[in-house]
């Protein structure tokens, strides 16, 4: 049987695209495939470039969400460089931006004009807040997107709260732009439209926070905050073990919890102890359950008390650090990891998580340098050497 294309083979993205939302979305309609053009500023690009050096001299943030794309810099304030990137859409299937609310509908790049002048265009707006609404025009970063969407409230310890140590507020608007995205093309496939696509990090994010938010919605009250412990099961937590690591355990029926004291805990007599028999007497006696299961995993070595409790069938984990992922088994076993080229040199990348067994590979193309393929792009929209030149010396396009 022959390998089959990428899904996104032959569909042109042009993002107007900055830290991480729409960059993120983008970097995954590259790897499955599309040609994804970003337009960044002349001076410094994408502001992501700036974060850091961690990847080799590279800011990491941008490592992770920009491989496998055209970087072209153009100044859009510029009516010169602004044309050049209405005519890049003109020829793409999708446009997507992130710019500050407002910014795009002056530049005539908002999806709504673009729809109205490309009916087979899809255009998605990312936002903080949405386009109205009292709060459409107030600045939106991940930290401060978490806080508004209640995630802060209910992560970290009864003492602090805390956000969330990945940008979740970004990634969540991203994967929803990413998968509105595929919506409007099989819907197009179909109708022959495009449209615009609408996403906002506070909507995404207070959809991702569904079980407290309906536990608060119709239980009365919000979860609380219980570190790595969960709110309402127990024993559900993370326990040291003798050599200085952690162990996270999850029992979630009573038969488990049976199981528990008789094959790890060692002590039978807790099974049908009426203060520990059901959950709900367990997370009531939390702290005598926790006392418990910590006396016994504290006597054991990490890796015989995780093979302890799958013998035993409990759900189990260690508390693996960013590095213990980096070199974790499973990600190694299923030959997870690839390298991607980028402007310091091969870079290690995980592969992105839809595999389509059958198809061709990922795309994980080179992360481009700023203005990389200005040249070229500017040739491919007739532009003759001696104009783009000008358009350099004028700082037009970099």
């Known amino acids: 049987m022959s390998q089959q294309p990428l899904p996104l083979d032959g569909i042109t993205v042009v993002a107007v695209e900055q830290a991480v939302s729409a960059p993120f979305a983008t970097r995954q309609l590259a790897d499955l495939g599309a040609r994804v053009i970003k337009v960044e500023r002349p001076e410094g690009g994408d502001f992501a470039r700036g974060y850091d050096t961690a990847a080799r001299g590279l800011a990491s943030h941008f490592v992770w969400c920009n491989r496998g794309k055209e970087s072209i810099a153009v100044d859009l304030k510029d009516p010169r460089g602004l044309d050049i990137v209405h005519r890049l859409v003109a020829d793409a299937d999708v446009?997507?931006?992130?710019?500050?609310q407002g910014a795009a509908a002056r530049l005539g790049l908002d999806a709504a004009a673009l729809c109205a002048r490309h009916p087979r265009l899809i255009a998605v707006d990312i936002s903080g807040y949405g386009?109205?609404?009292?709060?459409?025009?107030k600045r939106a970063y991940d930290m401060l997107v978490q806080c508004e969407a209640g995630l802060v409230s209910v992560t970290g310890t009864k003492a602090e709260p805390v956000k969330a140590g990945v940008p979740a507020a970004d990634i969540a608007a991203a994967m929803y732009a990413f998968s509105g995205v595929l919506a409007a093309l099989l819907r197009r496939g179909t109708t022959g439209r495009g449209g615009p696509v609408e996403i906002s990090m506070l909507e995404s994010l207070a959809e991702w926070m569904g079980h407290p938010l309906h536990h608060g919605m119709h239980g009365g009250e919000a979860p609380a905050r219980t570190g790595v412990a969960h709110a309402v099961i127990s024993p559900y937590d993370a326990y040291d073990t003798a050599d200085g690591s952690q162990v996270l355990l999850s029992v979630q029926n009573d038969r488990e919890w049976r199981r528990l004291a008789e094959q790890v805990l060692e002590r039978p007599e807790l099974a049908l102890d009426p203060g520990f028999a059901t959950n709900t007497a367990r997370t009531a006696n939390r702290k005598r359950t926790d006392a418990a299961v910590a006396e016994a995993l504290g006597r054991l070595p990490t890796r015989e008390a995780i093979d302890r409790l799958e013998a035993a069938g409990i759900a189990c984990a260690r508390l693996n650090t960013v590095t213990d992922v980096a070199d974790h088994p499973q990600l190694a076993a299923r030959d997870r990891w690839r390298e991607v080229d980028s402007p310091a040199g091969p870079?290690?990348?995980?592969?992105p998580p839809i595999t389509l067994p059958g198809g061709a590979p990922a795309r994980m193309g080179a992360i481009p340098s700023l203005g990389e393929h200005t040249d070229a792009l500017l040739r491919a929209l007739g532009m003759t050497d001696e104009a783009a030149a000008a358009l350099r010396r004028d700082g037009v396009v970099a």
Request: without cysteine; hydrophobic residues 50%; glycine residues 12%.
């Open 347 to 351: 870079l290690r990348a995980l592969l």
């Open 95 to 100: 446009f997507v931006q992130n710019l500050a």
């Open 131 to 137: 386009s109205g609404g009292p709060y459409a025009h």
